[in-house]
């Protein structure tokens, strides 16, 4: 390969990701091992950035990465269609820092682990990426996440699955519960105890 | 076997036979937990029990006994309530497996100082994860009532027959000297609950409700080990459906 031809390669290389439109196109695999690069980040720096560093770093790119407008929608189950607009947005926005607060909270050492992606399968519209998470004396946890299309273009995660437990469901029967029990009041007020004490001083 | 022995194993055979039947009769409406108020009794008597004596008791295992101890003592049970793991992948027809899950206990129970050491895994023969509740599962059964059984924690009318093979096909349980069974048991438990510590961390910091979350991550987790690991669509496509105000599933 001459020299000229290498240059030409190694620019188009830098810039293609630089042109508008081909950046946006980041597909589903990529949006998982974009989590995951970020989530082994601040696993290894978790001592050195704390819990309010190991937050500042995920969250932007956690509330890139889901779909919380939907996921909120279907963990409200019933419940989603007969809250006011304000109550919605309220809880949307809870939830949302629920899921950083426990990812912060959550990835806090390391030992040695590393995520792989095993494969992408489609499903109807949506994509299922499989993923394992692997330990340092070898065993694995097998993190499935169900990605589909955003509104704004681009692919979004709307469901993490571990072992087949699915995160969504879970969600729904604990919240829905709490909705039927105790109310909407109630399910606000529990979610913002369990963001306070992830945010407790010593994580 | 002896009389005592012979009681139990006619109780835990109607066991059996009560789980077996109730799963030909499984449907949705079962599934949908009519027994809550009653398991929210045991699951609030279990916890109480694990937070004040048995969690404290694992959590000190945990702490003063060396993790190769306790991996040791995890490798041992393990193997000793292997059969019960061979039956099921010949009921469900696995007879390779069947085939390198004996030669595993071989392996292990010589190789490994009576299963102390997993000298098997290493050798090309992996542990598998079956049990009778699968395999009813595999057979096309219903899950059946969701149960909460007191010291057990979640169980179905499918998976509680298990509790029958399993015990069954321990030769632990063929030792009628207290003097043995009850530290034996203790420490099984022990470790058991010590190897969970932290499942129930995670549990205990994201439940709102224990209780709800308990039993759908158990159903979804015995599903996936029905289908050893790799759940149909199906499953997965349930997250997408929602509760209509009349109660019927719909899909949006």
């Known amino acids: ?203 | 076997m002896n009389t005592g022995n012979f009681r139990k194993m006619r109780a835990l055979v109607a066991l059996m036979a009560v789980g077996v039947l109730s799963g030909c009769v499984a449907d949705r409406a079962q599934e949908a937990d009519p027994l809550e108020d009653v398991n929210r009794v045991f699951y609030n008597i279990n916890d109480s029990l694990d937070r004040h004596f048995i969690k404290p008791v694992a959590q000190s295992y945990s702490n003063v006994v060396p993790k190769g101890v306790r991996s040791g003592v995890t490798n041992f049970f393990d193997n000793v309530g292997y059969l019960n793991v061979i039956l099921n992948d010949i009921l469900q027809g696995k007879i390779v497996q069947a085939l390198q899950d004996t030669a595993r206990v071989a392996l292990n129970t010589t190789v490994g100082i009576g299963g102390l050491y997993d000298a098997a895994t290493p050798s090309g023969f992996p542990k598998h994860d079956e049990d009778t509740g699968q395999t009813l599962g595999a057979w096309g059964f219903g899950e059946g009532m969701y149960l909460v059984l007191p010291l057990r924690g979640p169980n179905s009318l499918r998976d509680a027959p298990d509790l029958a093979t399993s015990a069954v096909l321990n030769p632990l349980f063929y030792v009628s000297s207290m003097a043995i069974t009850f530290p034996v048991g203790a420490l099984s438990a022990i470790n058991h609950r010590a190897n969970l510590l932290e499942a129930t961390r995670i549990r205990d910091e994201a439940a709102l409700d224990p209780y709800s979350f308990t039993r759908e991550a158990y159903r979804q987790n015995r599903v996936f080990k029905i289908y050893d690991g790799n759940p149909p669509t199906q499953a997965l496509d349930e997250d997408y459906y929602e509760e209509g105000e009349t109660g019927v599933l719909k899909v949006y």
Request: net charge neutral; charged share 25%.
């Open chain 1, 1 to 203: 390969m001459n020299v000229g031809f290498r240059a030409l390669a190694v620019c188009l290389m830098l810039f293609l990701p630089l042109r508008p439109g081909i950046a946006a196109e980041v597909g589903p695999g990529q949006v998982v091992d974009r989590l995951h690069l970020a989530l082994l980040d601040v696993m290894k720096r978790a001592g050195e950035l704390g819990y309010q560093g190991r937050s500042a770093l995920l969250t932007p790119v956690v509330e890139s990465s889901f779909d919380f407008p939907t996921i909120a929608r279907i963990v409200m189950g019933r419940h989603w269609a007969g809250l006011g607009n304000e109550e919605q947005q309220a809880f949307l926005k809870t939830f949302s820092r629920l899921s950083t607060a426990t990812y912060a909270a959550r990835f806090d050492s390391y030992g040695g682990e590393d995520f792989r992606l095993v494969a992408e399968e489609p499903q109807k519209d949506k994509i299922l990426v499989r993923s394992e998470l692997v330990k340092a004396d070898g065993s694995v946890v097998k993190f499935d996440y169900l990605v589909h299309p955003g509104k704004d273009g681009g692919w979004l995660i709307v469901n993490v699955i571990a072992d087949g437990v699915s995160d969504l469901s879970v969600k729904r029967a604990d919240y829905t519960t709490i909705l039927k029990n105790e109310g909407y009041a109630a399910l606000i007020a529990k979610l913002n105890d369990k963001i306070a004490q992830y945010e407790e001083p010593g994580r």
